[in-house]
């Protein structure tokens, strides 16, 4: 089983690198910058709309912004529970 998650620590750094600031970007999608400081802290469920516009403004693949949690379901003594494992 895999579940997808933003990079929050590789979108900063990656702003930083640009010498954007929040506001910068944020202004460019419009919308508040504490929506993105929430997408940038990993605080938010629905990042997937806004996935494709951060990847034009700061001129990346998706991939370098995404990273893949992976679950191994496993058989125990009191049924099947999940392991998360990092990939």
Excluded at 10 to 36: C, E, N
Excluded at 39 to 67: A, D, H
Aim: overall charge positive; hydrophobic content about 35%; charged content about 30%.
């Amino acid at each position: 089983m895999k579940n997808l998650h933003l990079k929050g620590n590789s979108l900063r750094r990656l702003r930083k690198f640009k010498g954007l600031t929040q506001k910068d970007i944020s202004s460019k999608m419009k919308i508040a910058q504490s929506t993105y400081a929430r997408l940038e802290s990993g605080n938010m469920r629905r990042w997937t709309k806004y996935l494709n516009e951060l990847c034009l403004i700061l001129e990346v693949e998706p991939q370098f912004l995404i990273e893949e949690e992976v679950y191994v379901l496993e058989l125990g003594d009191r049924g099947i529970y999940s392991n998360k494992k990092a990939s």
